[in-house]
């Protein structure tokens, strides 16, 4: 069964900064587009940040500059490098990939569990 597992969430100060990691595991055949997105209480889930498998990369408005994703192909795993946090990043944060379970099967996206970023000082 293929699986999402993120790490990495915590409580920071504001201006601090925080590392979220997210690797697939069970067995598939190939994994195509990953990113992260986030959900703040009381608000719809958006985009924080995608790693298509060719290579593009893009941001959402409200992260640019500060945010950067990186992925490990090797190691089935998207990462997401935060700085310069602010109490509005507060959220829970989740990762996504797009996911070829089979050679013959079409691609499904798989989402983790998510996992708390608190910015507070």
């Known amino acids: 069964q293929v699986q999402l597992v993120e790490s990495g969430g915590g409580l920071v100060e504001p201006g601090g900064s925080l590392r979220l990691s997210c690797a697939a595991s069970?067995?598939?055949?190939?994994?195509?587009?990953m990113g992260w997105f986030r959900q703040a209480p009381g608000k719809e889930r958006e985009a924080v940040a995608t790693f298509t498998s060719g290579g593009n990369i893009t941001y959402g408005e409200s992260v640019k500059g500060r945010f950067t994703i990186s992925r490990d192909n090797a190691k089935s795993s998207v990462y997401l490098q935060m700085s310069s946090l602010k109490p509005e990043d507060t959220a829970v944060y989740y990762c996504?990939?797009?996911?070829?379970?089979?050679?013959?099967?079409?691609?499904?996206?798989?989402w983790g569990q998510g996992t708390q970023v608190t910015v507070s000082s």
């Open positions: 069970g067995r598939f055949f190939r994994i195509n587009d």
């Open positions: 996504n990939g797009g996911i070829n379970e089979y050679y013959w099967s079409s691609v499904r996206v798989y």
